[in-house]
């Protein structure tokens, strides 16, 4: 009997440990990026509406608050140039809030609560931007890296 409950403890002990380390993992901010690669903004005043934008959408999905201090945007290399790890060019979006609204960098995210930023298309700057080989970037004050989506290309529309 003895025995038993000694493995029983053992197997309980090991499941706590197991979860604990899984919380430690998952504890602190995490964002999650997403993408609208072909954008429109319709409002209740046509002064504010816009055409021809990506917009980018961070939910913050972990635990802890982290502070948004950047988006920025970086040209890369294909693919099948997997040995190049550089950006070939990078660009700082210094404006990327909604006409009409207040700055929106820096934020505090709280967590649950979701960050929007705007990309505006300046061909005079970039004259490709929904080819495939840009990505925006959301730099974030706990990480090193920023959180990287790709820009995909737009359908044509048939």
Request: glycine residues 6%; proline residues 8%; aromatic residues 10%.
């Amino acid at each position: 009997m003895g025995t038993a409950v000694a493995i029983y403890a053992a197997c309980v002990s090991t499941g706590a440990l197991l979860i604990q380390f899984r919380n430690w993992l998952t504890s602190g901010p995490r964002l999650r990026v997403s993408l609208i690669s072909d954008g429109l903004i319709i409002g209740g005043d046509p002064e504010f509406d816009e055409r021809d934008l990506v917009i980018v959408n961070a939910t913050n999905v972990g635990t802890a608050a982290t502070m948004i201090t950047n988006l920025a945007i970086e040209e890369r290399y294909p693919f099948y140039y997997f040995w190049r790890r550089q950006a070939i060019n990078s660009y700082v979006v210094t404006n990327p809030q909604l006409k009409g609204y207040p700055r929106n960098v820096p934020q505090l995210l709280e967590p649950a609560h979701q960050w929007t930023g705007v990309i505006r298309s300046r061909p005079d700057v970039i004259p490709n931007l929904r080819d495939g080989d840009y990505y925006a970037l959301v730099q974030t004050s706990y990480r090193r890296r920023p959180y990287r989506k790709r820009i995909s290309p737009v359908k044509p529309k048939s």
